[in-house]
């Protein structure tokens, strides 16, 4: 069974340009949430997406946005990329009734 | 959301118990507690989580006073490989933990 998968696993952007980092969640899960981790900082909650919806969201610009697929996949998105948008994003997936979430490896973005 | 607060780092070595206590004053009555763990550029991964008492699995023990106000994971036996940062999480999303608040952990390194 395969866990979380994330892609790509390192990026380089360009200032002012726009990413798309993709998730596959754990085989039956059917939530799929984002975070951002900083450098030397714990993962800081961007957004959840369930039943191909936006549930929550963290304190993060509308530069950041996300998509659910039916097959429960996600995308995110940043527009307009900043220096400061540098770090490591983590997806992690879970299940309502589920104790535990279950976190991806991780893209690793460098804006330049 | 709680606010926890514990050590910036410990050091340990093979073989040793390693004790790592949370403070989280302000928890409330429907909160959880959830120790995460998380290795250099890989995602976090849950170890235990618990409500009060002591919970106990393959990997750790948490022990939660009755007055709830903080806690401590318990690592027997600690090896090389568990030099990781450990981080503890308050929140009342229970079982389904989905949105995740991290702080920036404790930073355990265990020597030979």
């Known amino acids: 069974d395969a866990g979380v998968t994330q892609s790509p696993t390192h990026l380089i952007k360009t200032r002012g340009q726009q990413v798309t980092l993709r998730c596959s969640p754990k085989?039956?899960?059917?939530?799929v949430s984002w975070y951002q981790q900083a450098l030397g900082q714990g993962p800081q909650f961007i957004f959840q997406y369930y039943e191909e919806e936006e549930r929550q969201r963290g304190n993060f610009p509308d530069r950041f946005s996300g998509h659910q697929f039916p097959n429960y996949s996600s995308e995110l998105n940043v527009n307009a990329l900043l220096l400061g948008d540098s770090a490591l994003y983590l997806c992690?997936?879970?299940?309502?009734?589920?104790?535990?979430?279950?976190f991806g490896q991780g893209t690793r973005l460098t804006v330049v | 959301l709680a606010k926890t607060t514990q050590p910036i780092s410990m050091d340990s070595y093979e073989g040793q118990e390693v004790n790592i206590t949370c403070s989280h004053n302000?928890?409330?009555?429907?909160?959880?507690i959830t120790w995460y763990q998380q290795f250099p550029s890989q995602g976090p991964r849950f170890i235990i989580q618990?409500?009060?008492t002591k919970v106990t699995n393959e990997v750790a023990s948490l022990f939660i006073p009755a007055d709830r106000k903080s806690s401590t994971l318990s690592l027997p036996r600690v090896s090389l490989s568990d030099t990781a940062v450990y981080y503890c999480?308050?929140?009342?999303?229970?079982?389904?933990?989905?949105?995740?608040?991290f702080g920036t952990g404790t930073r355990l390194l265990v020597s030979p």
């Open positions: 618990g409500y009060k």
């Open positions: 302000n928890i409330a009555t429907n909160d959880y």
């Open positions: 999480l308050v929140g009342d999303d229970g079982p389904g933990f989905q949105k995740l608040v």
């Open positions: 085989s039956g899960h059917d939530t």
């Open positions: 992690a997936s879970s299940l309502e009734e589920n104790t535990e979430a279950f």
